[in-house]
């Protein structure tokens, strides 16, 4: 270090210690930074939140973060370090693991003589930190920095470092990144299938279709029984959810925001997050840019963010996923509670709080909390009304009923929130799987978690146009077909892990899904016969079959329009109720998804047909404020 950058050090050190040991509180108001009626508020949140003055003052915009800094060296008598003013040496950077530093942030910063510089964000943690340090530092002294020019520092040491961990923390058997290793196998199978349906279908049309139909048939009856199981599973009626009440000690929350290519939506989810009441002290929001997203940058740079919001960006990597940002930014974070939002999402403004207060009432295993989605906009036009009746009876009857038959569920991509520990423990999400959050579900199953619904409710926007509907789920069923392989390719493993019944369920609930859209013009055939036009199997279709393949069919319908009815009904979109039978002409778009799924499957697994947002306002102005669930 150069003879004037020591001086300026030990200068700044022995201005410190003026006023060492007076409370950050009295500093700040002597100095005229807060006034007294501020500072009293501020200290009994602190009390109410568990949190350090310094943190609910910043929380609360009562105090910038230079001041309190200020005020935190003068009460503990050290120094400031400031990135811009006093860079860190780089060659203490292997000193201490990155993964350390970001933990209790923390970072070598420079030498006097023998003495190491250890600058920290969290000066009241020091004295604890102390005892956990490696040894070999030699002599330390504490000196303070914001937590900004830590992650900043660890960022451009080890930012390559850590993109490459979070592309690769799931273990690679637990992982589909090897899929590409066997795709030559894959397309070459793929080839000889599709030849030998050919010529079956020229040849023995009978054959075919035969097994095509049982095959249809099989999948059909095993989907709408598991469904028609879950709806009798709820309770007959909806229990009130009650008032959110902020537990005792309630955690902090990290909450992961993936943006993409987002230039119209940054300034509304802002604002929409800002609606949340838990207490801003213990909130960290983290919206995630991948590098060289430019008109997310430049969205983001014509909006003021809150001192509870920051900015992560991903560096470059061999892919671009919405779970490999996450896997990232989550060592950035210090949550007890990790969550997960998308750039449109609304959540309800309590949501947080009964979250907290869900997880203290639960026991160690319930890992993760799913929420329920809805959307803004389901009058929008006839696929957003259909779209919401779908959601509505996923998130309101499917799932809730799943979970109640202790079933593996199956998470959706946002309002999931995880304690911290199960998110380490089944590292992470897998970067490479479009569908991260259909795996982790069944991942932590297998861990021996368990996933809880919560009466809890987020709204998006629907999509609404054809073309973004269709790649949208066929992401969604490219990933289910990757999800089953992934964790059926050893099958007793997933046999001893989930048990007969949670195995059954998943095979049911993913390969069910995948036949049924795939196999569905199969079942389309049969209106050849309703119309009187040869079918391949009228030789085989006596009237005693047709009367029963009727009725099969009739039944699966009638299941779903069911199902769609009781689920509007929980909603607050009844208004939705005679869009209903509709959705017979609805769910064959998702055969269209299926075989652009299979074809990008064998050529483009990791591609992610990204989701543009905001093209469809609310249907009126408080329509993305969630209230009744």
Known sequence: MSTQSRQLVIGHLSQAQARRGQPISRILMDDGQ???????????????????????????SLASRQD?????????????????DTPPDPDLARLLPAEFCL????????????????????????????????GGLGPVMMALTLEADVHDEIAARHGDALANRAETWRAPEDSCRDINSAGRGAIVVAALAAGLCLLLLAFAPAVFFGGALLMALGSLVASQGMKLAALL??????????????PKNPPTMSILVPLFKEEEIAETLIARLTRLTYPKALLDVVLILEAGDDCTHRALARTRLPPWCRVIEVPPGAVTTKPRAMNYAFRFTRGQIIGVYDAEDAPAPDQL??????????????ACLQGILDFYNPRANWLSRCFAVEYASWFRVLLPGLARLGLAVPLGGTTIFFRRAALEAVQGWDAHNVTEDADLGFRLARQGYVTELIPTATREEANNRFWPWIKQR?????????????????PRQLWRELGPKRFAGMQILLMGTLLQFALAPVLWSFWLVLFGLPHPLDPHLTRPVILTLTALFLSAEAISIVIGLAAVARSPHRGLTPWVPTLFAYFPLGTLAIYKALYETLFKPFYWDKTQHGH???????????GDT
């Open 103 to 134: 933990m209790h942030g923390v970072l070598p910063w420079m030498r006097l003589g023998d003495t190491l510089l250890l600058a920290t964000a969290r000066p009241e943690d020091y004295e604890t930190l102390l005892g956990i340090l490696p």
């Open 353 to 366: 709080t009964r979250v907290a207060e869900h997880f203290s009432r639960a026991p160690p295993n319930v």
């Open 68 to 84: 309190i800094l200020a005020a935190q060296a003068q009460h503990y008598g050290a120094m400031v370090l400031r990135r811009d």
């Open 233 to 246: 599973a709820l309770p007959r009626r909806q229990a009130p959810a009650g008032a959110a009440t902020l």
């Open 34 to 60: 807060v006034a007294p009626r501020s500072m009293v508020g501020a200290l009994a949140e602190a009390s109410r939140t568990g949190q350090t003055i310094s943190r609910v003052l910043e929380a609360e």
């Open 616 to 626: 469809s306002a609310p249907d009126s102005p408080a329509a993305d404020i969630p």
């Open 474 to 490: 066929s992401r969604w069923l490219k990933g289910y077909g990757i999800t089953w392989w992934v964790h059926s390719r050893r």
